[in-house]
């Protein structure tokens, strides 16, 4: 079992920076890829960006890419997602999320049903 919790979310103008932060704990990081997502009202989940269990791989989705930093701590207890130049098309739920324990430490997946492990998620509001 694994619990994520996320932190570091609020209200920010257009522009702004924001780093969030999501800790983990239980059954942690081993051989599991992590991931942020993001959801608005009405509309299905968003894949944002994943770190293989090596973090020699990374993968952002386009409306994020050069804006948004996926990383986390060399122990692997703390994932974290640095949000710049932030717009008002980011403002969301933001989860992150674990996948299952994988042999191959190499594995990224921006399939959000490939995750079995989610936090509750943090509000990030960005006015324009």
């Known amino acids: 079992q694994v619990q994520l919790v996320e932190s570091g979310g609020g209200l920010v103008q257009a522009g702004d920076s924001l780093r969030l932060s999501c800790a983990v704990s239980?059954?942690?990081?081993?051989?599991?890829?992590m991931g942020w997502f993001r959801q608005t009202p009405g509309k299905e989940r968003e894949f944002i960006t994943a770190?293989?269990?090596?973090?020699?791989?990374?993968t952002y989705a386009d409306s994020v890419k050069g804006r948004f930093t996926i990383s986390r701590d060399i122990a692997k207890t703390t994932l974290y997602l640095q949000m710049n130049s932030l717009k008002a098309e980011d403002t969301a739920i933001y989860y992150c999320?674990?996948?299952?324990?994988?042999?191959?430490?190499?594995?990224?997946?921006?399939?959000?049903?490939?995750?079995?492990?989610w936090g509750q998620g943090t509000q990030v509001t960005v006015s324009s």
């Open positions: 239980g059954r942690t990081y081993n051989g599991r890829a």
């Open positions: 770190i293989s269990w090596s973090g020699l791989n990374t």
């Open positions: 999320a674990s996948t299952a324990e994988r042999s191959a430490k190499d594995y990224i997946t921006s399939r959000a049903t490939q995750y079995i492990y």
